[in-house]
Each structure stands twice: as C-alpha cells, then as structure tokens.
C-alpha cells in the first residue's frame, strides 16, 4: 500500500501526494517506509527558504515569486509553515488563503503545516514534506517560515537559498545582530520599500555586512522589494538563480548533506521525546534521589539498549 502511494506520488499523482503528506504530517507509523524509498529520489529541487520576522510580507513576496517562476516554466512546490492552533494544534492555513490564485495551477502543489509548538520554524514534518515535494519533480521548493524572530535560523540548515526579508521601521537590522541572521542569509530583502526609512535599513545591512565574515565567497545582496506591486521580483528572482548558479557541485553536495542531517537529527529527538513519558522521568528522578543529571544518565543508558 504505502510503496504504491509513494509511487504514485512520484508519478505526480496529486491526491496520492496529499495523502501521503497528511500521512507524513500526522506522523503516521507507515511514514517511516514512506519516507524511506522518498529521500533517496531527492537532491534535484532547488530549495528556498524564506524567513524573517512577523508583517514583514514573506506570504506576499512568496506569492509573487510563485508567479514569476510559474512565469519562467518552472513548477513550484511551497511548505508553508502556520502558526498552530490553541485549540486543534492545526496549522491556521493564513498562508493558504493569501496564495489562492495557484490553486487550479498543476505546476504548483502548496502544503500547509504548523508549528506545533517547534519554535525553531521547522519540524521534521515539515522536512519531510519538502522531500516529497522534491521527489515529485518540483524544481524550485519554497519553504516559507512562520516567522517567530530570533529563533528562526534552522532554515539555513535545509534551504540551498536562504531569503532573510525585514521591513524599514521594525529595527530588525539591529535583531539581525543577536539572531545571527547576518551569517544565515544568501539573500537580504527589504520589502516593503515604499516606506520611509527603507534606503536607512538597506545601507544598515551593508555595513553590518562588511563586518561579518563570509567563507563561502558569496556576498549577499541587499534588495528592495515592494511584494504587492511585484516590484524588484524580478531581480530578487534574478539572485536565487544566480545563487543557485554558484551553490552548483560541491557546495550544493555539502547543502544537502546537511539537509539530510538536519533530518536526521529530527527523527532522533522525535523518538527520544517518544519515549521519554512522565512517568518514566519521574521513576528516573526518583531511582537517582532527586539528582537531575544522574537520572538523565539512567534514562539515556535505558534508551540506547
């Protein structure tokens, strides 16, 4: 059953590949196989990751290079990452909503997810999600994140292109700083430039860039966008290709070995925390006489038999 849905899923199939990302995304004991024969037929889609702080217009600015790909006869595959509901744990789908001119497209499959509570902008899920989408042939995946400041930079680890997108007026030039978003971006963009105080954050950007340090030899260009009219999408679409131009051979190789890490390293805590029930701490606690550290020790020696 499973290797036809995924096969079918490859194939194109739609509703075979929303199946299986709900299977996916429910984190359904058949995702295992499932995601088992989809990683090893990944590694061709370019995969772009937009993040950056609440109001800043990512759903907008994702809408538009949807289009301009689209455009361009690319097919789009976009993960975009909700915030949770209170009440279900169910991803709000606001993002859904603003992109609902691609709905009758075929060349463009959006996947709403939420959080559930993973403050660092992407689950294991949401990965995976991204694999299939590869898997099916996309050949640009859009992961674009939920937005929840600082703690957003894991986005780096799985996005061959890193988007970091600010506002003028939202001081995010100084919480780039603490968030280390400086060092995660491939691209900077300044959305919404009509406003006052957008050349002020632009020329900010590039003085806090010439004192970061750059291994890879690629300088981050600073944009200016204004979404809602598509104004600069084109040359911000111009730099993703140029990138990905760059990014070609081995640091491409490099990217999605982290990638595959990145996966990795979710699937592990997602089976620790699985096993680590409250009853079973408390025992811990209990058999280490109030010593956290000591019952931790007893819990990992019981995990890794």
Known sequence: MITSLV???IDGDIRAAARLMRLVDDRDPAHNEAMGLIYPRTGRAHIVGITGAPGAGKSTLTDTLIAKFRKD??????VAIDPSSPFTGGAI???RIRMADHA???GVFIRSIATRG???????SAMDIAAIMDAMGKDVV???TVGVGQDEVEIASVADTCIVVTVPGMGDDIQAIK???LEIADIFVVNKADRDGVDRTVKDLEMMMELTARRSGWNPPVLKTIATSVAGVDEL???INSHLEFGKGELREIKRNARLFHAAQGVIKERISAKLSYGNLSKAIADSENNPYKAVEILWNTLLR
Not at 118 to 124: A, D, E, I, N, T
């Open 7 to 9: 096969a079918r899923a």
């Open 73 to 78: 006869g690319k097919t789009v595959g976009v």
């Open 93 to 95: 789908l606001g993002d």
């Open 104 to 106: 009758l497209d075929e």
């Open 118 to 124: 993973h403050l660092g902008g992407l689950s294991v």
């Open 142 to 144: 859009i992961i674009e």
């Open 179 to 181: 968030a280390g978003i």
């Open 237 to 239: 679409v111009g730099s």
